[in-house]
């Protein structure tokens, strides 16, 4: 019972202010009340590390959310993979690995944040194992905040370099390392983000019947989650709540 909501690919950050207004208002006015929300990874731009305290209405809300009664679990994407233990009890949201298999009305699904399935991507690949060397973290998180925000951003910037010399192709996901994951998790339905590409893809996995949901990525002006409820599963947009828009303001006075 309760609904299970899954966004990932919010990508807040202090530059787009009106962004984490709308997740702010989605955690107030939608994902509150729900059994749990799942964020599936890019929750925030670039995470820099816990001490950095910047976009402090995030946790907020979130920890708000939490203590409600709202459980909510967080999972690494690849902007924000240093979100650590101390972000998760500031904000009361559980840390799950990815992949992480979990169990919805009877049936396992697995959750990715998706950039694990994009094989193709070597040379994205490669940076991954580098980044996610525990080591090459320790002693990433012990510079000062202004030489890692000065790292951050080269490589934001050589990433967006590298990212124009790749096909679309490459940088989607390959469909052998989805059917290897499933398979080896054994699920028919496989929910993730990262591409950027939303969209409910029903294939054939070994001979059966096999779903795919891709999560889409926030802008201002609209957000999207994707919904669990009484054994069905549909997609909702979220522009904002319907008092907070200023259309509706007008009408009232
Ligand atoms: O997110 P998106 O869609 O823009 O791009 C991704 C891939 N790029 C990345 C890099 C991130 O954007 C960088 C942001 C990091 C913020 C946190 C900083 C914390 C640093 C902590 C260090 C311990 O994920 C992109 C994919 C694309 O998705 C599609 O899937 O193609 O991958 C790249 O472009 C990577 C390049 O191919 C290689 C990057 C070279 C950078 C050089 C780094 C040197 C090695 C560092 C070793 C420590
Ligand atoms: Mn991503």
Partial sequence: PGETLFI???HLSPQRPALTELFVSFLEHRAAGARQLYILGDLFDAWIGDDDDSLPEVRIALQWLTRQGTRCALMHGNRDF??????ARATGCDLVRDPCRIQLGGEPILLMHGDLLCSDDIAYQRFRRRVRNPLVQRL???????????IAADYRQRSSEAMTGKS??????????ISLR?????????????????GDHAFNLDGQPAMR???????ETRGEALVYRAGSWHREPWVGSAAERPEHSQNKH
């Fill in 8 to 10: 990932a690919d919010l």
């Fill in 82 to 87: 240093l979100i650590g233990r101390r972000f």
């Fill in 140 to 150: 990433f998180l012990w510079s000062p905040l202004q030489k890692r925000r000065r």
């Fill in 168 to 177: 679309a192709e490459i940088m989607d996901v390959n469909r052998s390392a």
């Fill in 182 to 198: 499933m398979q080896r998790h054994a699920v028919r339905r496989l929910i993730h983000g990262h591409t950027h590409r939303p």
């Fill in 213 to 219: 949901h891709v999560l889409a990525d926030w802008q």
